[in-house]
């Protein structure tokens, strides 16, 4: 079993940064890939970014690059999303989750285990 809790999450004007964390608890942090999603209203869930258990692998959505960057930090079970340059369509609720086994970082059904979601909402 696997707890997670994002942070960070507020209002900030276009062109603004953001960086929310993912802190986990519950099994040895290393051992799962991490990702990224959010979901604005009235859409789907997507994919942001994903990040290896070591963090030696990065996964973007190749609208998002250059903007946002993932890390991790084992050794304080935590992981960020780095939001930059932000725009009023970033606004969403972004959630983090982890990944045990084989599949692709870019499927939600890839995912064993969900925070709860932080809001980021961006102003124009």
């Known amino acids: 079993q696997v707890q997670l809790v994002e942070s960070g999450g507020g209002l900030v004007q276009a062109g603004g940064s953001l960086r929310l964390s993912c802190a986990a608890s519950g099994r040895t942090f290393s051992d799962y890939g991490m990702g990224w999603f959010r979901q604005a209203p009235g859409k789907e869930r997507e994919f942001v970014l994903a990040?290896?258990?070591?963090?030696?692998?990065?996964y973007y959505a190749d609208s998002l690059k250059g903007r946002f960057t993932i890390s991790r930090d084992n050794a304080k079970m935590t992981a960020y999303l780095q939001m930059n340059s932000l725009k009023p369509e970033d606004t969403a609720v972004y959630y983090c989750?982890?990944?045990?086994?084989?599949?692709?970082?870019?499927?939600?059904?890839?995912?064993?285990?969900w925070g709860q979601g932080t809001q980021v909402t961006v102003s124009s």
């Open positions: 990040i290896s258990g070591s963090g030696g692998r990065t």
């Open positions: 989750a982890v990944k045990y086994y084989t599949g692709s970082y870019f499927l939600e059904s890839t995912y064993n285990y």
